[in-house]
């Protein structure tokens, strides 16, 4: 054992407090970046889905449109 080793239990349960410490702050920064990738994802998604809707609504009109031009329809 060195001289900066704990040497009593209080000492190494101190040591562990501050180690746990760190583990806790890095865990709350991780589940940050996280949280604000799942957002990124979530409004990504949202924002592609109105646009293959609109894609798909305006393009089913458009076949309609000429179906019923050329007298498929009728």
Do not use: F
């Amino acid at each position: 054992m060195s001289a900066d080793e704990p040497q009593t239990d209080r000492e190494w349960l101190m040591r562990i407090d501050g180690k746990v410490d760190k583990l806790l702050i890095c865990q709350e920064d991780h589940e940050t970046r996280i949280r604000i990738l799942q957002d990124r994802q979530m409004n990504w998604l949202g924002r592609d889905g109105v646009i293959a809707g609109s894609l798909g609504v305006a393009g089913g009109s458009l076949i309609a449109a000429a179906l019923w031009v050329v007298g498929v329809g009728r």
